[in-house]
């Protein structure tokens, strides 16, 4: 597995880089925001990054927007820094992280965090264009979604938001890794855009209990899909 960190203290990264590659783990330290940034624009494979938040030149919540506007849901992120408020554990996790460690930590907790993500990632990957939530069953290749076996259409933005949505059971999606995830842009809070396409895709997809699920909208968080039991299964 090979795993970067970005980490602009190099006493700290080097702890970080030898915890892991004692237990098997190839990790690449990065000590600046762009220098991570151009190797995923190069197309270089992780399988998991850590950020630190303050880094000199951009900071780790900027590089979470750049990786999650662009390269999806796919690698997993951990935010480890020394911030201790709930306002930015909140952020971070509205960005889209999958995990917060803070500073100072010890290594069997950050072993145990990082095996975590790394197996729910690869869980995740297996049978990646084909995957089910409950009774939908998704086709990526094919750009379908069928409900019960009963395919449902979808305009093509539709059908992006969706997938992230039922790839992703549980997980908070704020409005903005929502229209950068699926759009590829902000969507100001003025349009209806985003509104109208969360409207359509809980109307068409009959995202309700019944199926065993809930489009959950906090405004002041963002969206989540929760899992719930079917009142077929109670």
């Given at each position: ?65 750049w990786i999650r506007g662009n390269l999806g ?11 201790t408020r709930e306002e930015d554990l ?145």
């Amino acid at each position: 597995m090979l795993i970067a960190s970005l980490e602009d203290d190099p006493a700290q990264g080097a702890l970080i880089q030898k915890a892991l590659a004692d237990h098997g783990h190839d990790c690449q330290l990065f000590l600046a925001g762009n220098e991570l940034l151009a190797a995923l624009t190069a197309g270089q494979h992780l399988d998991l990054i850590l950020l630190d938040w303050e880094v000199p030149d951009i900071s780790g919540l900027d590089v979470l927007h750049w990786i999650r506007g662009n390269l999806g849901f796919t690698t997993p992120v951990m935010f480890i820094t020394n911030r201790t408020r709930e306002e930015d554990l909140v952020v971070g996790l509205q960005a889209g992280a999958d995990d917060y460690l803070i500073k100072p930590f010890g290594t069997a907790e950050l072993l145990a965090r990082t095996n975590a993500l790394l197996r729910r990632s690869n869980a995740s990957g297996i049978a990646e264009s084909i995957f089910e939530c409950g009774p939908y069953r998704v086709d990526q290749s094919r750009q379908t979604i069928t409900l019960h076996d009963e395919p449902v259409t979808l305009a093509p933005k539709e059908f992006d938001l969706a997938v992230l949505f039922l790839r992703n059971p549980g997980r908070l999606f704020s409005r903005d890794v929502l229209s950068h995830s699926v759009w590829n842009r902000d969507i100001p809070a003025t349009s209806r855009t985003l509104d109208t396409h969360l409207s359509n895709i809980r109307r068409k997809l009959h995202l309700h209990p019944d199926n065993g699920v809930r489009l959950h909208a906090s405004y002041a968080l963002g969206y989540r899909l929760e899992r719930l039991p079917s009142l077929d299964a109670s």
